[in-house]
């Protein structure tokens, strides 16, 4: 069973092949049992050689250039010579550009193409776009795309991997850009999974010391957490046999509430090569660390406030949730773990299924899911991945909407967007579909 | 990859889009070392095969055969384009794409903008066509010239306005010189309104210089080092025609460093892109609002290779200060509507992290590295301010048969400009920098 | 020993290779986890060959709970033979050799056995996501339940979407590599054919070694060999080999009472004469009554049709005696339950968001001088 990447956008692009990077590297181990490693992501291509069934998309050749070309010099994997779409100019930033213009004016184009490597599929898992919410052909374009995908695919799962900017900095209308997006994307996928720049560049920097933090080094960080998800596992349901369904085991456990789509990611351990000789893990250690991130918000294992405690289970209801916002403890809604490594079957994560950790309303034994492989993940004997549906996103999502709705309150930069069709109205629309979000997760209790 | 044009008008434009394109020249020769024609080499310049028939144009990846300037150039005087044409540039234009005529404007911005306005407008918009028709996807147009004569002035803005009627869905980007308060032309504060009123409705951004600004940092340079000039940097590469350099040889350096870097990274690739139109979507968040103050670091070293380069954080404070900016006025007490850093070079994304929008790796010749900032900062009002009351004591004297319609309309214009500058820094005074919008509050 | 009776020519055995793979392909879609190797099958026709190969043949095709193809085929047919005594190479001791179990399963085919598995497959699948779904789902209607609860249940509408969205997928694929394994048998079935008629030959060609030959079998051959498309001719010696097994009758008969073994013969001869009415327009090889199986007749336009009639019913079964069980009429209650809450919840959401909607249009009208760009 398949899963088909679309890629979107300069970031979109580079995370994605980042991601097949990786996931090539892990699955050369064929250890998977069925070899649903590769296949999952990949296929032969006439020449015999391991090609991602993956789409490129970009309003601009270069990056795309640029992706296929690093692939095919990897010697490993290569994208296919006709699996890319491009035009010569940009989205300019502009959300309204990349939603209103080149969507609807490239669809055809666009839609063959991710229709030929469906095709290619036995069977199609489902559809992961990758993509920014900062730009304009990411978050535009991918909007857009990600509508037509629903139409297509009525049935099959979509995830979209949203990549959020740096909090400052990057592009002036970016939060209008990622409201807009996340707005309309809220109804269309059945998941959305966050990376943000701010939190990956912290792990770049301090757990893995790079001093010269480059968008590669933060592009490898996100596609090794995606790769922890997406590579096979065994689910509890799969009995021994490595789960052929990823996406809609993901989704089922952890979103399936229309109101909660927000999905982070953390993974331990993430140290830098030069110090993995020094370092050991066992799985009590990683899951005691995992779960303390987990519950004090904390986004890498440095820095963990163990001061944060879960609260006692009795008081819920959502006045109990905004108190204990305040004593920074993060409630869940479903969490799904991810072991893979030595000794895997051994390892107890019952301190991530306490009922404290999640709402009343939801038992931790449907709000909890563990996913196994003995088989080691990238250089590591033993890690963990969490993606979690929790208040973490809460913060960003809030910053995020707040600056958007004090540039509208000015009307700054609203020309630019009506100029290509996209009206106060349809602003005013999407502030309310994301207040309601924000609302929701706040009141998680 | 996209194209841009650049279209340059009268006395000041043909000079400084002259040194910008020997700088570009310089920089691609520097880089280009195969002698191929690539895609940053495309952005602004044509190859051109003489021997091949038809329009000559070659493909990217091709050799070098001739280099075409994507430009046109206009004046209403005929010496500074003869300059240019029988200068060591004439290679990089050909007579199709000159427009001139011998009697000038006459310091008029109405014999511009009206007169000639008409008299070439069709030529004009048919030379510029032929040029779009060699681009494979035309992005942005550039008009340099001057606001203060008769031909920059009048038949710049007029031509703007037709850009925007025939090209509507290409970015106007365009850098005007405004003129020193001790201007020798008298009439120089009636052409700037009057430019002004035009590049409000019509640009998508201005990129203002102030003479005087120019001058000032000039000054500076001179007392920093003494008389000599470092001769191999990009900002002092000799004028035109070799000779030997006159006085706004090296004010139009400093103008053409200014072009250098804002395209340089639509013509060279980065590890961020960064499209022309990027520029306006971030920088113009009021559809008027569309000056950009710039500000260019390193500035004083580009000309002496004595004064010692500055560091890396150092450059970050120069692109916000008041020395490295292109317009006399004082940014840090004014409200910052949007601000965009654009460096090139060995800088890295952590160095940056917070203050760069675009990277470009390839630095300017002879430096590490550089930044350019476009600030969109009410500042800018000052000089618009100071200009007004020039054109009203000018109009007091006002003689006989001027067309009072239009300069009132010109002046209007101006005046609601300055109002809206106004109303941003009044409100920015009223409330504190940590005031919030009210925001939706949800019942449980 | 005579090659041209004995094996098909050097240019078709690369085409009966390929036949035997497409079957094999086919019988993996249609449900059979551990089918063996196309090359067991060739070495199989020579009864075992060197080393006594037959033996992963039959070990597979037995050993294997999903895989007793030609076992279980034979019982439903009414035959029972006991492939476990062939383990060595030509069926020693007078128990079947590899090449008999290979005949067996040339038999089954031609009676229709892939159908019938790919048939009673497809409804499995069509089962599998009628199941009623583990959860209790609250009683009472959406608009009497607190918040909490509202919650759970839409988080269980959602779970029940996805569940049913997995399914379906699942179904979708499985069907279509059926259908792709189906249409390809259709087109290499010719060769297949011809080539089982070389295993009838080398069947007959070492029978005659051993016993003088069935001048019956010769006639009737020549008879099939007219009338049959497959070129089967040597399929009525396949019915005569069967007809030589004992059948499951019988030993049932041995083991049962003599008292009701009169009555129960009285009902097969009324079983088999129902059958024997269907059978012999299409295979007048079978015109004798040999089997109480379901006819494969009624299924083979079926599967060649297009995919979603044949996934709806088991074309076995007749649409009224699909009674369904208490537990699917419980679940589409159920479900009738939870989407009309799930319709209220949303008329209610909808509400609330206009409500919210209209009021941050107020408030953005009261908004108009504030300048609030973030840095």
């Known amino acids: ?445 | 990859m996209t194209q841009s044009i650049v279209v340059q008008v009268g006395q000041c434009g043909n000079q400084v889009g002259c040194r910008f394109w020997d700088l570009a020249l310089r920089e691609h020769a520097h880089v280009n070392k195969e002698g191929v024609y690539d895609e940053a080499l495309g952005s602004f310049f044509r190859n051109v095969d003489s021997r091949s028939s038809g329009a000559g144009t070659c493909d990217i990846g091709g050799r070098i055969h001739r280099l075409k300037a994507r430009a046109v150039l206009v004046d209403m005087e005929e010496g500074v384009v003869n300059q240019i044409v029988q200068g060591p540039l004439r290679d990089v234009f050909d007579t199709t794409q000159l427009l001139t005529d011998v009697s000038g404007s006459g310091n008029n911005w109405a014999v511009g903008h009206m007169t000639y306005g008409s008299a070439y407008g069709e030529q004009i918009v048919e030379k510029v066509r032929r040029a779009a028709e060699h681009c494979d996807c035309l992005q942005c147009f550039f008009l340099i010239h001057s606001m203060g004569g008769g031909t920059g002035s009048g038949l710049g803005t007029r031509v703007l306005g037709l850009l925007k009627d025939e090209f509507p869905g290409v970015c106007r980007i365009v850098t005007s010189v405004y003129p020193s308060e001790e201007d020798d032309v008298v009439t120089s504060p009636y052409n700037s309104v009057l430019a002004m009123r035009e590049l409000t409705e019509h640009a998508d951004c201005v990129l203002p210089v102030e003479n005087q600004s120019l001058v000032d940092i000039l000054t500076k340079i001179r007392l920093m080092s003494g008389p000599r000039i470092k001769t191999d940097s990009s900002l002092a590469s000799g004028g035109p025609g070799g000779r030997t350099e006159k006085p706004f040889d090296s004010m139009n350096n400093i103008i053409a460093n200014l072009l250098l870097n804002i395209t340089s990274s639509a013509r060279f690739e980065g590890c961020l892109n960064m499209d022309l139109n990027e520029i306006s979507m971030n920088l113009v968040p009021f559809p008027r609002l569309h000056y950009l103050v710039p500000s260019l670091t390193p500035l004083y070293s580009l000309a002496d290779c004595h004064i010692p380069p500055r560091r890396l954080d150092q450059m970050f404070s120069d692109a916000f200060s008041k020395d490295h900016q292109l317009m006399r006025t004082d940014p840090r007490r004014s409200l910052y509507l949007a601000c965009a850093l654009m460096g090139r070079g060995n800088l890295q994304l952590s160095d940056l992290r917070r203050n760069i929008h675009r990277l470009c790796s390839v630095p300017p010749v002879g430096h590490a590295h550089s930044l350019l900032a476009l600030s969109n900062n009410t500042c800018v009002k000052g000089s618009f301010v100071a200009l007004r009351g020039r054109y009203t004591r000018l109009y007091r004297k006002k003689e006989d048969g001027m067309e009072v319609g239009l300069f009132s309309q010109a002046a209007e214009s101006l005046s609601s400009l300055i109002e809206e500058y106004d109303g941003l820094d009044r409100t920015s005074s009223s409330s504190s920098p940590s005031l919030d919008a009210p925001r939706l509050k949800m019942a449980a | 020993m005579d090659g041209v009776t004995r094996g098909v020519r050097p240019g078709q055995r690369a085409e009966a290779r390929r036949a035997v793979g497409v079957l094999v392909g086919a019988l993996r879609a249609a449900g059979l986890t551990s089918v063996p190797e196309p090359e067991l099958f060739r070495r199989a026709k020579v009864g075992g060959g060197p080393g006594g190969v037959s033996g992963p043949l039959v070990t597979k095709v037995e050993g294997d709970p999903g895989g007793r193809l030609v076992a279980s085929g034979l019982w439903q047919r009414g035959y029972h033979v006991d492939w476990t005594r062939c383990v060595g190479a030509r069926g020693e001791d007078g128990g079947p050799c590899s090449r008999d179990l290979l005949l067996a399963l040339g038999w089954l085919l031609a009676t229709g056995a892939l159908e019938t598995m790919l048939a009673h497959r497809a409804q499995q699948l069509d089962a599998s996501w009628l199941e009623p779904p583990g959860v209790t789902p609250p009683n009472v209607p959406g608009t009497l339940l607190d918040r909490p609860s509202l919650r759970k249940l839409q988080w269980l509408i959602g779970s029940l979407r996805f569940q049913r969205r997995s399914l379906l997928s699942m179904q979708e694929e499985r069907s279509k590599l059926m259908h792709r394994a189906y249409v390809n048998w259709k087109h290499t079935e010719k060769l297949f054919w011809v080539w089982m008629d070389s295993v009838v030959d080398c069947h007959a060609t070492d029978k005659r070694e051993a016993c003088p030959v069935d001048q019956d079998a010769k006639v009737s051959a020549n008879r099939i060999g007219a009338v049959c498309h497959h070129g089967n001719r040597g399929l009525e010696r396949l019915d005569n080999m069967l007809l030589g097994l004992p059948t499951v009758q019988d030993m049932r008969r041995e083991k049962e009472d003599p008292r009701r073994r009169r009555g129960t013969e009285r009902a097969d001869k009324l079983q088999a004469g129902g059958d024997s009415r269907t059978l012999p327009h299409m295979w007048p090889s079978l015109s004798r009554p040999i089997s109480p199986g379901p006819s494969p007749r009624a299924y083979r336009p079926r599967l060649q049709g297009e995919p979603g009639t044949q996934r709806s019913r088991s074309p076995a079964q007749q649409p009224g005696d699909r009674a369904a069980p208490a537990g699917k009429l419980q679940a589409s209650e159920v479900s009738r339950l939870l989407l009309r809450t799930e319709a209220s919840l949303l008329e209610r959401r909808g509400r609330s968001r206009r409500a919210n909607r209209m009021h941050l249009q107020e408030m953005i009208g009261r908004l108009e001088d504030l300048v609030l760009i973030a840095p």
Request: aromatic content about 10%; charged content about 20%; overall charge negative.
């Open chain 1, 1 to 445: 069973m398949s899963i088909v990447t679309v890629q979107l956008g300069q970031c979109g692009n580079q995370v994605g092949q980042e991601l097949f990077d990786v996931i090539c590297e892990d699955g050369q181990k064929e250890v998977y049992q069925g070899g649903s490693g590769t296949e999952r992501f990949f296929h032969h291509n006439t020449t015999g050689e391991l090609t991602a069934r993956a789409v490129l998309i970009d309003m601009e050749p270069k990056v795309i250039n640029h992706s296929m070309s690093k692939a095919a010099k990897s010697g490993k994997w290569r994208y296919g010579e006709t699996s890319h779409f491009s035009q010569k100019q940009g989205s300019g930033n502009n959300w309204a550009n990349g939603y209103c213009v080149h969507g609807p004016r490239h669809r055809e184009a666009m839609e063959d193409v991710v229709r030929r490597e469906v095709e290619r599929c036995d069977r199609l898992a489902g559809v992961v776009t990758m993509m920014s919410v900062a730009g304009g052909t990411g978050s535009g374009v991918g909007t857009y795309v990600t509508q037509c995908l629903r139409e297509a695919y009525p049935h099959s799962f979509i995830l979209n991997h949203l990549t959020w900017p740096y909090s400052t900095g990057e592009v002036i209308v970016q939060n209008y850009n990622s409201v807009l997006t996340l707005s309309h994307l809220y109804g269309l996928s059945d998941a959305v999974l966050v990376h943000e720049n701010d939190a990956v560049h912290a792990v770049c920097a301090r757990l893995l010391n790079i001093k010269h933090i480059s968008f590669g080094d933060v592009n490898g960080v996100i596609a090794h957490q995606l790769a922890g998800i997406l590579q096979p596992a065994l689910t509890p349901d799969s009995y021994g046999v490595y789960s052929r369904n990823p996406l809609g085991e993901l989704v089922s456990s952890l979103v399936c509430h229309p109101e909660y789509k927000l999905l982070s990611v953390c993974s331990i351990p993430q140290v830098a090569s030069s110090s993995m000789a020094y370092s050991v893990f066992s799985w009590p250690g990683l899951l005691k660390h995992l779960r303390q991130m987990l519950i004090s918000n904390a986004r890498m294992e440095e820095g963990i406030d163990w001061q944060v405690r879960a609260p006692p289970v009795q008081c819920g209801g959502a006045e109990s949730a905004r108190s204990f916002r305040a004593t920074g403890f993060n409630r869940s809604l479903a969490n799904l773990l991810i072991l893979r490594g030595k000794e895997v079957f051994s390892a107890e994560a019952d301190g991530l299924q306490e009922a404290a950790l999640y709402t009343s309303w939801l038992p931790s034994r449907e709000a909890f899911s563990v996913w196994k492989s003995p088989v080691s993940f990238n250089k590591y004997e033993r890690s963990a991945t969490l993606v979690s549906n929790s208040q973490t996103l809460l913060e960003p999502l809030d910053n995020m909407v707040r600056k958007a709705w004090n540039m509208f309150a000015s009307r700054a930069y609203i020309h630019q967007y009506t100029k290509f069709g996209i009206s106060e109205e349809d602003f005013l629309d999407s502030f309310t579909s994301l207040e309601q979000v924000i609302s929701s997760y706040t009141q998680l209790g």
